[in-house]
């Protein structure tokens, strides 16, 4: 049974960092593209930021560039999203994804096979 289990969600105060982390279980991951994605209290699920499963490549949506940084260890099956200069605009359900192409493609949300249950993140101001 396929599973992503997030973990390191929690409440910030603007400015700060935080990582999160999803393990996947269940099969080996190491061709899949794997991101985050996340879903605010009335908004729409919103692509966060992915990475190719074959090759190199990352990718970010635009509200994150430049301060969360994706990263993959292939061998442990794990994911991490590295959260800096967090914004109260920030705060959401952080949702791991993976899907069977090897490619982001975008709109990738339309690619995705897997879902975790998601984590809060509150970044307070």
């Known amino acids: 049974q396929v599973q992503l289990v997030e973990s390191g969600g929690g409440l910030v105060q603007a400015g700060d960092s935080l990582t999160l982390s999803c393990a996947a279980s269940?099969?080996?991951?190491?061709?899949?593209?794997m991101g985050w994605f996340r879903q605010a209290p009335g908004k729409e699920r919103e692509f966060v930021a992915a990475s190719n499963g074959i090759g190199g490549g990352t990718y970010y949506g635009d509200s994150v560039k430049g301060r969360f940084t994706i990263s993959r260890n292939k061998p442990r099956n794990t994911v991490s999203l590295q959260m800096n200069s967090l914004k109260p605009e920030d705060t959401a359900v952080y949702y791991c994804?993976?899907?069977?192409?090897?490619?982001?493609?975008?709109?990738?949300?339309?690619?995705?096979?897997?879902w975790g249950q998601g984590t809060q993140v509150t970044v307070s101001a």
């Open positions: 994804a993976a899907g069977r192409g090897g490619i982001v493609t975008t709109p990738w949300e339309d690619y995705v096979d897997f």
């Open positions: 269940g099969r080996t991951f190491s061709d899949y593209a």
